[in-house]
C-alpha cells in the first residue's frame, strides 16, 4: 500500500469516526467507553506537496485549514465587551480539525488544551477576570461559561500536519499529543509525485456512510477478535502504544462495521513504528 493509500484509508476513518457519539466496548471486566474519535498526525518534509495534500483534505472534510492555532483561538478569548469568543474546539464541533503548520513551542501554543480536548472531549478554563455568563448547547455538547470559568464539552476528530520532525521531541506534552494520533511520517513516491504534476488527485477517500451521529457497542467476541489479530502482528512491542492500538482498532471496526486484519495491521504498525 503506497503512502497516498494509507492516507487515504485513514483520512477515512478518522472522518467517519466523528460521527461515533458512545463508543462502549465490552470487556471480561466489564464494560468500558472510549471516545469513537480517531486523530492523524501527518508528517511530511518541504517539497512533498503537503498543501496539495491539505487541500484536497479539506475539500473532502469540507472545512477550512486552520494554521498557526493558538490556545486562545481554540478553546476561547475574551472581546472588549467582556464577553467570550467561542474557539475553533466548539465552532467544529462534529466535525473535524485541520490543523497546518503546528507549533509546539512558544508561549502561544495549544498543545496542552489539545491534550484534553483529543482524549477527554472537554476542558475548563478560569480566565481570572469578570467575563459577561452566556451557553451555547447542541444535544449533550455544550460550550458555557459562568462566573469567569468556561467549560467546552465538544466532539471532533482532528488531523494535523506538520513538517518538523516531531516524534523525536522530548517534551512530555508533544509525547502525549502523539500518543493520542497515529503518526503517519510520509514520503511520497515517484509514481504518487508523477500523478500529482500531471494534475491527478493525490487521495482517493471513500465516501462517508454516515449522516447523523450514532453509537456503538463492541461485544466481548468481537473484542477479542480484534485482540487477537492484533496479538498476531510481527514482532508485536505489547510495551508501545498496546492499549492506543486496541482502543483505535476499536474505533475503525465500529466505522467498517466488520473485522478488516489489514487495517488493523496498518494501525499497529504506524503506532509501533512512531
Not at 8 to 15: F, N, Q
Not at 17 to 41: V, Y
Not at 253 to 258: C, I, M, R, S
Amino acid at each position: 500500500m503506497d503512502t497516498s493509500e494509507v492516507i487515504s484509508s485513514m483520512a477515512y476513518l478518522c472522518y467517519s469516526s466523528s460521527f461515533i457519539r458512545k463508543l462502549t466496548l465490552i470487556q471480561d471486566g466489564g464494560e468500558k467507553e472510549i471516545r469513537g474519535n480517531l486523530h492523524l498526525f501527518l508528517r511530511a518534509g518541504s517539497g512533498s506537496f503537503k498543501s496539495t495534500m491539505l487541500k484536497e483534505l479539506a475539500a473532502y472534510f469540507k472545512v477550512d485549514v486552520i494554521e498557526s492555532l493558538t490556545s486562545a483561538g481554540l478553546v476561547g478569548s475574551i472581546d472588549k465587551n467582556m464577553n467570550i469568543i467561542p474557539g475553533m474546539a466548539w465552532k467544529v464541533r462534529n466535525k473535524m480539525l485541520l490543523l497546518d503548520e503546528f507549533e509546539t513551542e512558544g508561549s502561544g501554543n495549544c498543545v496542552k488544551p489539545l491534550l484534553s480536548l483529543l482524549e477527554d472531549q472537554e476542558y475548563k478554563k478560569s480566565f481570572g477576570r469578570y467575563a459577561n455568563d452566556q451557553i451555547e448547547r447542541e444535544k449533550d455538547l455544550f460550550f458555557r461559561v459562568k462566573s469567569g470559568e468556561m467549560y467546552v464539552k465538544t466532539r471532533f476528530s482532528c488531523v494535523i500536519c506538520s513538517m518538523k520532525n516531531i516524534e523525536k521531541s522530548r517534551s512530555q506534552n508533544v509525547g502525549a499529543l502523539l500518543s493520542r494520533c497515529v503518526l503517519v511520517p510520509y514520503s511520497l513516491e515517484d509514481e504518487e509525485i508523477e500523478r500529482v504534476v500531471h494534475g491527478h488527485k493525490l487521495l482517493k477517500i471513500k465516501s462517508c456512510p454516515f449522516k447523523k451521529s450514532f453509537d456503538f457497542e463492541v461485544s466481548g467476541p468481537d473484542y477479542k477478535e480484534i485482540l487477537s489479530v492484533i496479538n498476531t502482528y510481527p514482532g508485536l512491542n505489547k510495551k508501545k502504544q498496546y492499549g492506543r492500538i486496541i482502543c483505535d482498532c476499536c474505533r475503525a471496526f465500529a466505522v467498517l462495521g466488520k473485522h478488516d486484519p489489514a487495517i488493523y495491521f496498518m494501525i499497529t504498525k504506524l503506532h509501533q513504528e512512531a
